[in-house]
């Protein structure tokens, strides 16, 4: 067996340091979540960071597809997000 390691699994070429992550980083019971889900709640959207197959296989309702075929893509895709959902709380899951 051969073991690479590697910095990134996904390779976005861009540097993120933990203190960043803890900035955005928000844990939330899954009763909060389930609540959020089945309310509609208008203050939140839910973005589904999987690739648009894995969508189709299957999603939270209400969830919004992030529209890549590629992780890859997401990189360009935020600044869409943000200009889309400013006044949201975002909730973003992935497997």
């Known amino acids: 067996m ?6 990134e ?3 976005l070429g861009i540097q993120v340091h933990e203190n960043q992550v803890q900035q955005s980083y928000k844990k939330i019971p899954i009763e909060k979540l389930k609540e959020i ?3 509609n709640d208008p203050n939140y959207e839910i973005l589904d960071m999987r690739n ?3 969508w189709k296989l299957g999603h939270f ?3 919004i597809p992030a529209a ?3 992780f890859r893509e997401v990189k360009e ?3 869409k997000y943000v200009e889309n959902f400013a006044d949201k709380k ?3 899951y992935c497997t």
């Open 9 to 11: 699994i996904v390779a």
């Open 2 to 7: 051969i073991v690479k390691y590697r910095k």
């Open 37 to 39: 889900i089945e309310s």
């Open 61 to 63: 309702k209400g969830a």
């Open 52 to 54: 648009t197959y894995e």
């Open 90 to 92: 975002i909730i973003m």
């Open 68 to 70: 890549t075929n590629n």
């Open 77 to 79: 895709m935020i600044n």
